[in-house]
C-alpha cells in the first residue's frame, strides 16, 4: 500500500457528481433507446432533417473558417487602439444568449431591419432572413470569433525568430509559415465549429423551421411538443446522439486547443506588411458584423425596458433562480471531479460535449414522464442539464488548478495532517478561487441563456426569461421582446460579473 | 529514537539501503553527492514513499504504515513551506490544529512561537509581505509549536543567500535544538554539516553509513565521500 503523497479527501462527492452526470448523460440516453420505435425507422422528412443538419453544420463551419483566416491574419500583424478590448469581446459570444443574438440579426438583416430598409430605399426587393441562410448566418456570427481567436492563436504560436529569419533570407512568409500553421489549426477549428452547429437547437428554432430547414434537434422538439409521439422523438434522440458522438469523436481527435486560451495579447514584429488598409478593413468589417446587432438590441430595447409586463419580472427571477442554482451545481461537481482526478473523471468531464441538450432532455422527459407532470420539474431539470452541460468547460478551467495546488502543497498539507474538508477549506478552495468563480460566472451565463430543454418542459407557469423573450417574438412583439433581450443579456453578462470579479477580488496567490 | 531497520528503497533503476540509528534530541546531517538517495531516504522517513523492504520507528513504534501526517515527524521542503493565502499566524497555527481552530491558548502559543524566532508582531502579515529569511522564520516557528519530536529539513535554505542561510541555521540549532527535536537534515555543502550539525552521515553508493561526529567524518572522509568533497 503505497501512500498518497496528497491529502486525502472524501470520495462520495466525486462519485455523487459522476452518477449524476452518468444518470444525465449515458441514462437519458438509455431511456431514449429503450423508448425509440425502432421498427418504423425514419420517414423521409427525418432523413431531410438529418441532412439539413449537417449541410449547414459544413457550411456555418466552412464560411466561418474561411473568413477567420484574413481578420485573424489582419489581427496578428497589426496593432491598434483596442485590440485587446477587440479581442476579449471575440471572446464574449460564448456568454451570450443565443436568443439575444438572433434578435440582434432580425434588427439588422431581418424584415425591417437595416439591411433591407437599405435594400428598399435603393429600389430592390427585400431579402427573408429565415431558412437555410438565416440558420448559417446566426451561425457564423457566433462561431466566427471563435474561429478568429483560435486561428490568432496559430498564428501567434509562429515564433518571432522564424519570422526574422524568413525576412533575412527574403523567403515567402505564407508558404514556408503560415500554409503549416493554418493546416494544424484549420481543421480542428473547423471540426469543433461543425459540432457546436451539430447541436445548436435554439438557432434552429427561430431562424429556420418549415420542412426545408428543420435540424434534428428541432424535429426533436416537435415531435415531443406538438405531436406528442415520444416514440419517434427517442429515435430523433437516438440518431442525434450518434451524429454529435461522431463528431465530437472526430473533433478530440484532431483538437488539443484550448479556445479559452490566454496569451494574445502579443504582436508579432513583421516584415512583410504592406496593404494596411486592407487588415484594417477586415478588422472594422468583422468587428462591424459582430457589434451592429448588439448594439440593436440596446437601442431597441432601452426605451421599453420599464414598461415590460410582470410576467417577463417573473421569467427573470426564475432564469437567475435556475442559473444560480446550476452555477452552484456544476462548480460543486467540478471540484469534487477535479480532487478525485484520474483517467475515469476526465472522461466524465467529456461525455457531456457528446450530449445534446434536448437529446438529455427527451430521455429525462420520458424518464419523468410516468412519474410526474414534465412542467413540474421544469426548472429542476433544466439546472440539472444545465450544470451537466457546463461542466467540462468548468473542469477545464477548474482541474489544472487543483492539480497545481496538489503538485506545490500536497506533501506539505500531507506532513501537516491536513485532511478531507479541512484541506479543502482552508487550502484548495482559497487557492483555487479565480478559476472557481470563472467557471461560476461561465456556468451561470449559459444557464441563462439557454433555450434548450426549457422548451421541451414549461409551460406558462415555468418559463425562464429566454423562453419568455421567445414567446414575445413569436407573438411578434418585436419592442418588448428588444427590452427582454437587454435584460437578459445584462443579467447573463452581470451573473458572469459577479462571480468572476467574486474569484479575483483580494485573492492574493 | 529514529531508526530505518533493514530499509530498502527503489525507484526504477536506484536503490538505497539505509541501517540507521539516528541520536536523539541531536541534529544529524546527511551528506553525499546529489543523486545519491539524501532526499529519497528523507521521504521515506516521512512517509512519501513507501520502502521496498524494512521499517521506519521512532521509540520502537512501526511508522511504516503510517500516513505521513500520522507520524511524530514535521518537515521543511525545499520551497513551497507556507501557504501563501494564510497569515504568518495561521501557517503557525497548522503545526498546532490542522483545522486551525485554535484554543486562546494555542494561539498565544503561536505569538510566542513567532517571537521566539524574532518575529514579534509579523503574525498578520501574508508571505508575500515577508522576506525570504522572514518566511523560514515562520516555517521554522511552525515546527516549533508542534509537538512532533522529529524534523525533516530537505535543504529548506538552499534558496538564501550565504549569510542569510548561515543564520537561518543558526537558529535551526538554537530554537531546535532548545527544544529538543530530533532533526535530520540534508544537505549538499559540508560547511553546513561542521556548522550545525553533531553528527553527520554519508549517502553514497546506494548505502548510508552510521552516524558519526561530524568532524571525524568530514576530517578523515572515507574514499566516497573524499571524490565528492574533492
Known sequence: MAHSVIPVTARWPSAAAAALVLLLTLGTLGAVAWRAEWGSGLAPADWAAIRFTIVQALLSAGISVVLAIPVARALARRRFLGRQLLITLLGAPFLLPVIVAVLGLLAVFGRGGILNNGLLALGFEPISIFGMHGVILAHVFFNLPLAIRFILQGWLSIPAERFRLAATLNAPVGRLLEWPMLRAVVPNTFLVIFLICLTSFAVALTMGGGPRATTVELAIYQALRFDFDLGRAALLACVQFALCVGAAFLAWRATANDPMGAGLDRVVQRYDLGRAPVDHALIFLAAAFLLVPLAMIILRGLPGIADLPDTIWAAALRSVLVATGSALLCVSMSLALALRGGALVAVIGVLPLAASGLVVGTGAFLLLFPFVRPADMALVVTMLVNATLALPFALRSIAPAVAQVNADYGRLGASLDLKGWTWVRLIVLPRVRRPLGFAAGLAAALSMGDLGVIALFAGQAEETLPLAMYRLMGAYRMDAAASAALLLLGLSLLMFWICDRGGRADADL | MLTCEG?????????????????????????????????????????????????????????????????????????????????????????????????????????????????????????????????????????????????????????????????????????????????????????????????????????????????????????ALAAYLG
Open chain 2, 7 to 223: 530499509l530498502v528503497l527503489r525507484q526504477g533503476d536506484f536503490s538505497l539501503e539505509a541501517d540507521v540509528l539516528f541520536p536523539d534530541g541531536k541534529i544529524t546531517a546527511l551528506i553525499g553527492p546529489s543523486g545519491a538517495g539524501k532526499s529519497t531516504l528523507l521521504a521515506a522517513i516521512a512517509g512519501f514513499l513507501q520502502p521496498a523492504d524494512g521499517k521506519v520507528r521512532w521509540q520502537g513504534q512501526d511508522l511504516t504504515m503510517a500516513a505521513p501526517g500520522a507520524r511524530t515527524i514535521s518537515m521543511l521542503f525545499q520551497d513551497n513551506n507556507l501557504f501563501p493565502h494564510l497569515t504568518a499566524a495561521q501557517n503557525v497555527g497548522l503545526g498546532l490544529r490542522p483545522n486551525l481552530k485554535l484554543s486562546d491558548a494555542e494561539e498565544t502559543a503561536v505569538i510566542a512561537a513567532l517571537a521566539n524566532v524574532g518575529l514579534d508582531g509579523f503574525g498578520t502579515r501574508k508571505p508575500s509581505a515577508l522576506s525570504g529569511g522572514q518566511q523560514s522564520r515562520v516555517a521554522l516557528a511552525r515546527l516549533l509549536v508542534s509537538d512532533r519530536a522529529v524534523v525533516l529539513l530537505d535543504e529548506p535554505f538552499a534558496a538564501l543567500g550565504p549569510a542569510l542561510k548561515d543564520e537561518m541555521l543558526d537558529l535551526v540549532k538554537s530554537k531546535l535544538g532548545a527544544a529538543g527535536k530530533t532533526v535530520v537534515m540534508v544537505t549538499h555543502d559540508p560547511s553546513d554539516a561542521r556548522r550545525i550539525a553533531d553528527f553527520a552521515v554519508l549517502v553514497a553508493d546506494g548505502l548510508v553509513t552510521t552516524p558519526v561526529q561530524t568532524d571525524v567524518l568530514l576530517d578523515n572522509p572515507p574514499p
